[in-house]
């Protein structure tokens, strides 16, 4: 058997010999934690952006013409608690600076963890689930620059927090329901288009720890056709009024009573009133 240092070299050989467009992919890890730090016990394991993209390091390839320059992982176990959603992303941010040609992508998601807020086991098809991925895409778009993002499952047959769409496996004929999930998901996935970019947006709190755990994260984005999307994520329990620079045309709500809603079509201002516990998308 090849040893790891060999195996991808030929691979990108035979890739670059048939003139393949393919790109080798050489990191994605089953918790985004693993892409950044050293594990103990899982030395051989961890650390992955410095082990493959560092040219110092024995298992460098960057340089391999084939290789992807990206690197991936997995959101798992990282949303809870707060300071930990915040923190781990910051170290994604870090490696993103100190190697400027590479990407983040956040390649798998769905709820597993237990902790005070959440479980996994046992579907929700309410706004509270939507409500606490919405946070972590924030997080992950924001914070960790991720230049995609990836729900695991669009279907499910099963008692879990898995899936967007849930359906009956044991009728024959099937009937399925909708999550606010699915719509949420909606409020960033149905504007922000490949190769949008992220625009710097800033206002009091921001990133905080306070604000991430239950304030209102905005996120704004620009289409490659000049369009231009702002997201916001209001996790209070009243209303809140957003105040924009720039006029607002379109409003798109996904909250207890509205799924992904076009609330309104030519709204023409700057002062938007959003819903409480809502994903709100504005089209300027």
Not at 72 to 92: M, N, P, V
Not at 200 to 223: M, Q, R
Not at 259 to 277: G, S, Y
Request: aromatic share 10%.
């Amino acid at each position: 058997m090849m040893n790891f240092q060999v195996q991808p070299k030929k691979i990108d050989s035979v890739f670059k010999n048939y003139n393949l467009d393919t790109k080798l992919e050489v990191s994605e890890a089953g918790q985004i934690d693993y892409l950044t730090s050293i594990k103990k016990g899982k030395e051989h394991r961890s650390n992955q952006v410095e082990v493959f993209f560092n040219p110092t390091s024995d298992l460098y390839l960057g340089n391999l013409e084939t290789v992807s320059q990206k690197f991936a992982g997995h959101s798992y176990f990282t949303t809870w608690d707060i300071s930990k959603l915040k923190t781990k992303r910051e170290e994604i941010k870090k490696k993103l600076i100190k190697y400027p040609n590479l990407e983040y992508w956040m390649t798998e998601y769905c709820i597993l963890e237990n902790n005070e807020e959440i479980r996994g086991k046992g579907k929700d098809l309410g706004i509270k689930t939507a409500l606490y991925v919405a946070r972590l895409m924030h997080a992950d778009l924001t914070i960790a620059n991720a230049s995609a993002w990836h729900w695991w499952l669009a279907m499910t047959p099963y008692n879990y927090k898995d899936g967007l769409i849930y359906h009956d496996k044991n009728t024959e004929e099937g009937t399925f329901e909708s999550s606010k999930l699915l719509w949420g998901l909606g409020n960033f996935s149905r504007f922000i288009r490949p190769q949008a970019k992220q625009i710097k947006i800033d206002y009091k709190g921001k990133n905080s720890l306070e604000n991430l755990e239950k304030g209102v994260l905005v996120s704004a984005y620009k289409n490659k056709d000049n369009s231009i999307i702002i997201v916001a994520v209001n996790q209070k329990e009243t209303a809140v009024q957003l105040n924009f620079k720039s006029t607002i045309k379109q409003v798109y709500v996904t909250d207890k009573d509205s799924d992904l809603k076009l609330t309104q079509h030519n709204a023409d201002k700057k002062d938007i009133v959003i819903t409480a516990k809502s994903i709100t998308t504005f089209v300027l």
